[in-house]
Antibody
């Protein structure tokens, strides 16, 4: 059974940084593309970033390009996203998802709140 | 404003059939990119409902079906049940944005 467990969310001031993690199990992590998708409170889903299985290819939504960096450690079966220069509009639940088209399985999400 | 357009809400009585539409453009659905659908209950992560336009993952009841034509796609739910009340999102790839895009979501109410 695919399991994805996000962590690292919390309250951060505007302009601050945060790193989210997603621990994966139940599938061959190193051969699966992975993604981050977010959902602002009461709003719809927004794709944020994706990474290939080996980590050599990364993709970003325009809204986070230059501020977020996706990465993975296949030896630890863990996906990351480093978020910098955070803005109020980055406040959302961040989900990690297996694959990218479609997003096959989702974690339970971790809440990031950007506020002073 | 979402790249893929969905009605904000639809409703139906138990047992009825409802459809949720997803309208895109020539840079996403119309370009031949596949459409996927997700179901989300309040406070719960989304779940893949339909993939590659018409396919159901194992465990999804055959009351759910997907279709695609031109620049639009839709999901149909037959034999509507109270437990189907949820938010539904379509998703595809957009070549102009070079990224994956979602519809704004549709809230299904079972009357």
């Amino acid at each position: 059974e695919v399991q994805l467990l996000e962590s690292g969310g919390g309250l951060v001031q505007p302009g601050g940084s945060l790193r989210l993690s997603c621990a994966a199990s139940g599938f061959t992590f190193s051969t699966s593309a992975m993604s981050w998708v977010r959902q602002a409170p009461g709003k719809g889903l927004e794709w944020v970033s994706a990474i290939s299985g080996a980590g050599g290819s990364t993709y970003y939504a325009d809204s986070v390009k230059g501020r977020f960096t996706i990465s993975r450690d296949n030896s630890k079966n863990t996906l990351y996203v480093q978020m910098k220069s955070l803005r109020a509009e980055d406040t959302a639940i961040y989900y990690c998802a297996k694959s990218r088209d479609p997003f096959e399985s989702w974690g339970q999400g971790t809440l990031v709140t950007v506020s002073s | 404003q979402s790249v893929l357009t969905q009605p904000p809400s639809v409703s139906g009585a138990p047992g009825q059939r409802v459809t949720i539409s997803c309208t895109g453009s020539s840079s996403n659905i119309g370009a031949g990119y596949e459409v996927h659908w997700y179901q989300q209950f309040p406070g719960i992560a989304p779940k893949l409902l339909i993939y590659a336009n018409t396919n159901r993952p194992s465990g999804v009841p055959d009351r759910f079906s997907g279709s695609k034509s031109g620049t639009s796609a839709s999901v149909a739910i037959t034999g509507l049940q109270a437990e189907d009340e949820a938010d539904y999102y379509c998703q595809s790839y957009d070549s102009s944005l070079s990224g994956w895009v979602f519809g704004g979501g549709t809230k299904l109410s079972v009357l």
